[in-house]
């Protein structure tokens, strides 16, 4: 049984596949010497969420909620429920998710393991830093629950911990008040890699969630202009807000050839988005839906890249290097024509993540995608990961499926402790691949 996930790459054989309904059977999918890992939606781009020649758990089946406290903003529900679910239950009680990706389509079991981020890491950190407990089920049939003050080592060990400490049954975490389902939005064109560094920090403080898009294909003078999209969730009282748009969402049509997307293509399409931004500052009111998700609109567009599938290349590196990094980072991947059709910089805050091995840490982010042309994109990403290495930055699990373990051991030193957490029957394709001896 193969199964993909979502750069569809690598697509690995699997001995078993098992998808429990209910909480209770998931007590059942253990057993034998095969290794098991539970997956949610498969929205992680790499092998993170893979286990070949061995067993992994579906856990989208057990998707019911278990309770909604609309006073107090807090929520208890299966792991296997999608944010988007959530959001359809809690918005039109004025709460929204504290923390969400740039997809609605994961699940709340992934958001856990993945410790994911948003666009609002300045003011609110992590998902694991409003999750107030959990249950966790190990291969030796106990199930625990977990907080910040009971179970608390195995709760930062599972928070960020890539499903390998258990099977997450249940997850309790608080909300976020808001005004209404729209947000205020402002657009700001910058030039260049600088422009970006000189205002990105202080528009930050003004807005819940920042987030900036880079022509990663431009050059010279140009080389990482961008737009820098701010938002607050809007006020009734102080915006009129346009009506609630019917929700709509087109499949990709077809399997793209894999010439569809090429270098010229790339730049032709990053020159018109920026073109798009026509002044240097804009104010739109806008639903929540595509400020947050705008590529949910287009179910699988993971299929654009064709049956090669891509690569997802997304790193942090501390704020003192980082214009270096990114303007290195960028002429490289201009120069070499692998620009990436979307390109996405977020700078991350100081609130620390509660878990061992989650991946922000204070600085700026940038997420690129490359089509996977084998090992001239390979080359390509080992030449990259030697920029981040020297700058003391680390690449993100969720979205990788190559990094080495040299690389992934120096980056996330609580690595060797983080191991004693693993439950002996759970493991993954990425954790065989980052965790082998460095020296081997
Ligand atoms: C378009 C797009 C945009 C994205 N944007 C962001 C972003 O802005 N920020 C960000 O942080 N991430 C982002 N991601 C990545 C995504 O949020 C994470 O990969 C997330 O973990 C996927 O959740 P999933 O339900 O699909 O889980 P899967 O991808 O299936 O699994 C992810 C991990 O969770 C574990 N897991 C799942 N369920 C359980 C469970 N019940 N018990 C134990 N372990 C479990 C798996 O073992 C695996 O390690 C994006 C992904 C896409 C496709």
């Known amino acids: 049984m193969h199964v993909e996930p979502w750069g569809r790459t690598p697509i690995v054989e699997h001995a078993d596949v098992k998808r429990p309904a209910w909480l209770r059977d998931c007590a059942d999918v253990w057993g034998d010497d095969m290794t098991t890992l539970a997956i ?9 969420c893979l286990n070949d020649n061995a067993r992994i758990v579906d856990m989208t089946q057990c998707s019911r909620f278990i309770a909604f406290d609309k006073e107090r903003g807090v929520i208890r529900c299966e792991a296997g429920v999608l944010l988007s679910d959530i959001l359809n239950l809690i918005v039109p009680y004025n709460w929204f998710l504290p923390v969400t990706p740039g997809t609605k389509f994961v699940t709340v079991g992934g958001a856990v393991a993945n410790d994911i981020h948003g666009k609002n890491h300045h003011c609110k950190g992590t998902f694991g830093c409003h999750v107030l407990r959990f249950e966790l089920l190990r291969s030796d049939g106990s199930r625990t629950e977990c907080s910040p003050g009971e179970n608390a080592e195995l709760f930062a060990a599972t928070i960020g911990g890539l499903g390998l400490t258990g099977i997450v049954l249940w997850v309790e975490f608080s909300l976020t008040r808001i005004a209404s389902p729209f947000i205020t939005q402002t657009n700001i064109r910058f030039g260049n890699m600088d ?3 000189l205002h990105s920090r202080t528009s930050d ?3 819940d969630y920042v987030v900036s ?3 990663c294909a431009s050059s010279g003078a140009s080389l990482g ?3 820098f999209m701010g938002g607050n969730f809007a006020d009734p009282l102080a915006n009129t807000l346009p009506a609630v748009p019917a929700p709509r969402s087109i499949p990709f049509p077809i399997e793209a050839p894999s010439w569809m997307l090429n270098t010229l293509s790339i730049k032709a399409f990053n020159m018109l988005y920026y073109g798009k931004q026509t002044k240097p500052v804009s104010h739109h009111v806008v639903h929540y839906e595509p400020f947050f998700y705008p590529l949910d609109s287009i179910l699988h567009w993971n299929k ?3 049956k090669n599938g891509f690569f997802q290349y997304q790193f942090v590196v501390p704020f003192d290097d980082a214009a270096s990094v990114l303007r ?3 002429k490289r991947t201009a ?3 692998n620009a990436s059709f979307l390109a996405v910089l977020k700078n991350f805050g100081a609130i620390q993540s509660p878990g061992m091995l989650s991946f922000p840490m204070e600085g700026v982010t940038l997420a690129m995608d490359f089509k996977n042309e084998g090992g001239k994109t390979l080359a390509f990403m080992t030449e990259l990961d030697a920029i981040i290495r020297s700058a003391g930055g680390r690449l993100y699990p969720a979205k990788d499926a190559r990094m080495t373990a040299e690389d992934f051991q120096r980056a996330y030193p609580n690595w060797s402790a983080f191991a004693a957490f693993i439950d002996p029957q759970c493991s993954s394709t990425f954790w065989r691949r980052v965790s082998r001896s460095a020296m081997a």
């Open 304 to 306: 654009m890249y064709g």
């Open 335 to 337: 120069r070499t024509g």
């Open 213 to 215: 898009w880079i022509d």
């Open 205 to 207: 403080s003004k807005y």
């Open 225 to 227: 202009r961008g737009i």
């Open 328 to 330: 290195d980072v960028l």
């Open 40 to 48: 949610g939606n498969l929205r992680s781009y790499g092998d993170s």
């Open 195 to 197: 422009d970006y560094m």
